[in-house]
C-alpha cells in the first residue's frame, strides 16, 4: 500500500463501479500512486468477483480414506517387494540352467524318445494326426508359450 490518498479517488471508484473508466482518469491513475493502486485493486475485485463461488472442497472423510488406502498400499508394496525380487530372480536362475540341462540332457531325451513307442501308448491315436512325437512337441511348446505369457501377464500387473 501506498498510504497515500487522492481527491480522485472517489472519482476513480464511482467510475469503476459504473463499468466505464473515462481515458482522463486512466491517465490520472498511470501518474498517480494511489490511484494506480486503487485502480489495481478495483480490478482484481473485479475479476474475483466475476470469477463466481470457489469450488467446493472434497470430503474430509474421503481424503482420509484416500491417504489410508494409499499408506496400506505402500505398506504391502514394501512387504511384497522382497518375494518379488527373489520370483524374478530364481526364473533368471531356471533359464540359465535349463540351457545347459538340455544341451546335456538331449542326448538321453532323444533316446528315450526313440524307445518310446507312442502308438502303444495311444493305439487310439489316428494315423491322420501324423507323427505323434511331433504332436507331442508341438503341445508342449504351447503350453510353454502359454505358461510365457502367464508370467508377463503377472509382471505387468506388479
Same mark, same amino acid.
Given at each position: 500500500?501506498?498510504? +497515500?490518498?487522492? /481527491?480522485?479517488?472517489?472519482?476513480?471508484?464511482?467510475?469503476?463501479?459504473?463499468? #466505464?473508466?473515462?481515458?482522463?482518469?486512466?491517465?490520472?491513475? %498511470? /501518474?498517480?500512486? /494511489?490511484? *494506480?493502486?486503487?485502480?489495481?485493486? *478495483?480490478?482484481?475485485?473485479?475479476?474475483?468477483? *466475476?470469477?463466481?463461488?470457489?469450488?467446493?472442497?472434497?470430503?474430509?472423510?474421503?481424503? $482420509?480414506?484416500?491417504?489410508?488406502? #494409499?499408506?496400506?498400499?505402500?505398506? %504391502? #508394496?514394501?512387504?511384497?517387494?522382497?518375494? +518379488?525380487?527373489?520370483?524374478?530372480?530364481?526364473?533368471?536362475?531356471?533359464?540359465?540352467?535349463?540351457?545347459?540341462?538340455?544341451? $546335456? !540332457? $538331449?542326448?538321453?531325451?532323444?533316446? $528315450?524318445?526313440?524307445?518310446?513307442?507312442?502308438?502303444?501308448?495311444?493305439? +487310439?491315436?489316428?494315423?491322420? *494326426?501324423?507323427?505323434?512325437?511331433?504332436?507331442?512337441?508341438?503341445?508342449?511348446?504351447?503350453? !510353454?508359450?502359454? %505358461?510365457?505369457?502367464?508370467?508377463?501377464?503377472?509382471? +505387468?500387473?506388479?
Amino acid at each position: 500500500m501506498s498510504g +497515500t490518498t487522492c /481527491g480522485r479517488e472517489p472519482e476513480l471508484l464511482a467510475a469503476m463501479a459504473a463499468g #466505464e473508466l473515462p481515458e482522463e482518469l486512466r491517465q490520472h491513475a %498511470a /501518474g498517480c500512486a /494511489g490511484c *494506480a493502486e486503487t485502480l489495481l485493486v *478495483a480490478t482484481f475485485l473485479r475479476r474475483e468477483a *466475476a470469477a463466481g463461488p470457489p469450488r467446493p472442497l472434497p470430503d474430509p472423510a474421503y481424503l $482420509w480414506w484416500r491417504a489410508s488406502l #494409499e499408506q496400506r498400499s505402500a505398506v %504391502a #508394496e514394501r512387504a511384497t517387494r522382497l518375494i +518379488t525380487v527373489i520370483q524374478r530372480a530364481s526364473l533368471v536362475a531356471a533359464v540359465l540352467l535349463a540351457v545347459p540341462l538340455a544341451r $546335456w !540332457g $538331449w542326448p538321453h531325451v532323444r533316446q $528315450w524318445l526313440g524307445a518310446l513307442d507312442i502308438r502303444a501308448l495311444a493305439p +487310439t491315436l489316428p494315423a491322420e *494326426a501324423g507323427n505323434p512325437v511331433l504332436v507331442i512337441a508341438i503341445s508342449a511348446v504351447l503350453l !510353454g508359450v502359454l %505358461a510365457l505369457l502367464d508370467l508377463h501377464a503377472d509382471w +505387468t500387473r506388479d
